[in-house]
């Protein structure tokens, strides 16, 4: 074993004690000592004359332990050995323990009994019960063999020899121990006063050397997730540090920190090489080396390892000391990878903060993205980055870095069906690190036309999220496997996340400033098309407004003209006339048809890649070289009344931004549009009342809310003898007509309807209609029946002139019939023939009276109005007919108030409007049967009801009931059907109602209301 810095002093004490035995008269003497560590044995000291021989012994390997061969009782001598050639060949033995097989003592020719070349003595070095080794002595001066007596003086020397190498190998292990404890406590106080690893290192390597011999030290830690070692710090004796670890390094990270080894420990490689990296070892001279895990919290955080061109310079009684010191440096280590990593860390935030400050001095979006990717790679290397922008369910290249052609790359998209691996850190919402994107499936190997497809092999791909939806991504890209780690993943996702606000905060400010030009647009696209209501220029208007906001190649306006499409309005077109007038009908698969009927706006990235897209019109060149495109539905009320339509000829254009602004210009559009028409159709409709108006015979006035005129027609210029200019904003009393004033006072108080007739100038009469009419006021329509009324004069002047000349030969008829009675019997056939002319001759006097009345009523004869009390009216009306009543056995019922109010009436009149009506209940009601005459205060108004409970009249008879010579069907007895007509003339007379109520079966009710004075 080569001498070591601790076993000089040893060594110098063995030489003398093998010294001191020679000269008890042995011409070579070799001490042999054990090693427990190694359970080898080895030459220690040798006293000889010949030193060819020493070196020999001195310079032989360790040697397993084979004391069994010779430690047999044959060759026992007191607790020595004597190995006698006689009784056993020796040489082999001895060439095998000691290795004199090398160098052969040629002692010359010798007696039998003498010391032969072949024989050798042992004696064992015992102290407290352990083996420390053996002498082996030779060549005794006396050629003689050893007596007992001989044997026991080596062994006291022996004895004392081994007692002094006890004593000297303790004392030793102290001083060793005291310098190791030294060495730790300069290293723990080394380790207390450096933070940086690679000064510690050759600090702790220059207490080592005092200690063990060796060339190399380095530090290994994993760097970072990744599966490879990182040289945290070297301290090479030979001048060849390197920032790569070597393959010492490589079996320290193998070894010990991916495969949890305890140590390792190799202490020849030139007897024994397991390891592949061992032999570049070799190659690199290195013949030991020693690996120890550097352990915090029961954790392999590292490794040491020490190397040396020597063999033999570590060993496993080391161990414990080495361990110490391993210790004692993965304190420091994880001390200076944590300020390492806080260092990291306030880098990051730095880093961070300035690119907080940096993107956030501007809001111009291409601006963001330039500062945020020159500021990441202040932090994080790489060769190329990107950030992708979502766009629906796509993913565009907004901005790069790093690549040869970046104009080519922007704009690029990737699409949902690619199964991008882009697309899938955006949907999961996580950052994904992958060490080599060559060997994933879902990388876009198939995208050629994409710079760095095939030689980017590091990725990290980050998601930019605000308020939980990804907006995008952020990925960073290097041209080497296996480069990032899940730390620089982490970095990567804070970035993002400054980068997804600076995006967010950006594209809300161009967001603001896009509604803001919206919004100026829509207010200027309002203001000119609001100029003019003409349809053509609206249309031609708008379009202009509205490339002032949507970029377009061209664009059109469709609108509806029964099921089809027809294109009204275009811009941009090389010969607008070759488009404009298109009709499109709704069997054609027209992407503008659709959105009318979807009334939904519609974006298309490319319609030339669309199958739905209608082809039939590519032979002009302006429609075959669209493809962005957009279709917002003109909508008014729920109705689609056309399509705007927004065309680009390049694809990807629009996005749906894009889209929400073209819908609300369209809604703009759509209004203008039908303001348009509605005044065009107002103008036309304008023109048809005008000339009704005009050419009306009818005098027309209307009334505003406050009761002045606002309009009157010609007709009524001619009928009233007045100029429109000096009544216009007048009121009605203008026209001096106070029956037509005193109507309207009650239309305007009661809100409802009135009919009256009116007189006019010059004796003419007018039928007048008075009407409230909402949001105006008041519509009177008066029509002149002057004419009419003189026809109706001369009728019933007719009427009057005919009923009285038949009055005398009516009675002529009924005196005849008398006096035929009176001249003598009559048979029975002949009374009867008389009692049918008395019968035909009474029922045409009573037609003729009843005509009379009518007509005199109709010729409006004065009313003989006094101040009555009802009650006297009704008692006279109910004696008049209380006989009939008892001829039939009816039970007639009055009812009345203690007190009625008077009224102005014609008693005689009203009287027998009672009487008619009590004549007809008793007529038509069955015998037995049971008739009611009340009367009541309704409402400051006299109300009488005649009630029976006769046979009722049917519903569909009701409305007919008060014309004239009407009679209900299938009833009996006599009757001219005009009773019911006098009584309605007699009661509207009085300004009065009258109404009937009837259930078939049950009975009727009349109801006359007449108003109090």
Known sequence: MPPRATDIELHALLERVVQAIQDLGWNTVTLV?????????????????????????????PVSFRADIWRQEQFRISRSYFVDHRLHGGAHLYADELG????????????????????????????????????????????????VAKVRALEIFADQAAFTIQQARRHQQVREQAARQSILNEIAHTISQH????????????????????????????????????????????????????????????????????????????????????????????????????????????????????????????????????????????????????????????????????????????????????????????????????????????????????????????????????????????????????????WGHQRDDIEGAHTIHAWIGTPLVVHGQSIGILTLDKHVPDFYSEEDGEAATAFAAQIAIAIQNARLYESEHRKQQINAGLAQLAQI???????????????EQLGQVVSYDTSSIMLTEGPNLVLAACRGFSHPAHVLGSVITPDEANFGYGVLLAQKTRVVADVQQTPDWQHSRDNIPDIRAIRSWIGAPLIVRGQSIGVLTIDKHEPDFYTEEDGETAAAFAAQLATAIHNARLYQAIEEQRDRLTAILTDTTDAVIVLDDSGKIWLLTPATERHFRVQRDEVLGQPIGILNLPELTQALTHVQETHTPKMLEIPGPEKTAFHASIAPVHQVGWVIVMQDISPLKELDRLRTEWVAAVSHDLKNPIQVVQLG????????????????????IQRSAAQLSELVTNVLDLARLEAGPSLRLMALDPADVIQAAVSEMEHLATEKRHQLKVELPEILPSLMGDAVLLKRVLANLLSNAIKYTPEGGQITLRAGLVDHTLQIEVVDNGQGIPPEALPHLFDRFYRVPGTKGDGTGLGLSIVKSIIEKHNGSIQAASTPGQGSTFTLCLPIS
């Not at 024989?119 to 420390?132: A, H, N």
């Not at 003019?532 to 031609?540: A, N, P």
């Not at 019939?817 to 049918?836: F, I, S």
Request: negative net charge; charged residues 25%; proline residues 5%.
């Open 33 to 61: 000592l054990r090693d427990e560590a190694t359970r080898t044995t080895y030459p220690a000291a040798v006293a000889t004359q010949d030193a060819a021989l020493k070196s020999t012994l001195l310079g032989a390997p």
């Open 100 to 147: 004199r097989g090398v160098y052969q003592i040629d002692l010359g020719p010798r007696e039998p009994d003498e010391w032969q070349s072949d024989d050798f003595l042992i004696v064992p070095l015992e102290s407290d019960g352990q083996e420390l080794g053996w002498l082996s002595v030779d060549d005794p001066s006396d050629r003689q063999r050893p007596t």
């Open 195 to 442: 933070l940086d690893i690679t000064d510690l290192l050759t600090a702790v390597s220059q207490q080592l050397q005092h200690l063990f011999i060796f060339q190399r030290a380095s530090i290994t830690v994993r760097d970072g997730q990744r599966s490879r070692p990182r040289l945290l710090a070297v301290d090479d004796q030979r001048g060849q540090p390197s920032e790569n670890p070597t393959a010492l390094e490589n079996i320290a990270f193998t070894q010990l920190i991916l495969g949890n080894q305890p140590n390792r420990l190799v202490g020849d490689l030139s007897q024994e090489t397991e390891l592949e990296e061992e032999a570049a070892l070799v190659s690199d001279g290195v013949r030991a080396y020693v690996c120890l895990p550097l352990r915090v919290w029961g954790q392999v955080l590292g490794a040491l390892s020490l190397s040396s061109s020597t063999p033999k310079a570590f060993n496993t009684t080391d161990f414990d000391f080495l361990i110490q010191i391993a210790d004692h440096i993965a304190g420091a280590v994880w001390n200076a990878l944590l300020y390492d990593l806080e260092q990291q860390r306030r880098h990051l935030a730095d880093a961070l903060a300035r690119l907080s400050q940096i993107v956030n001095s501007t809001l111009d979006l291409d601006e963001v993205f330039e500062l945020a990717l020159e500021q990441l790679q202040r932090v994080i290397t790489y060769d190329t980055a990107s950030i992708m922008l979502v766009e629906g369910d796509r993913l565009r290249i907004t901005a790069c870095r790093g690549f040869d052609n970046p104009e080519t790359l922007i704009g690029s998209i990737f699409r949902p069906e690619e199964n991008n691996i882009s697309h899938q850190v955006m949907r999961a919402r996580e950052a994904r690190v992958e060490p080599d994107v060559q060997l994933l499936p879902e």
């Open 529 to 543: 098309v609001n100029s003019t209501l003409e349809l053509d220029e609206v249309l031609e208007l708008a379009l």
């Open 817 to 836: 019939a008398a006096l035929l009675e009176m001249d003598g019997p009559l048979n029975a056939a002949q009374l009867d023939r008389v009692q049918m």
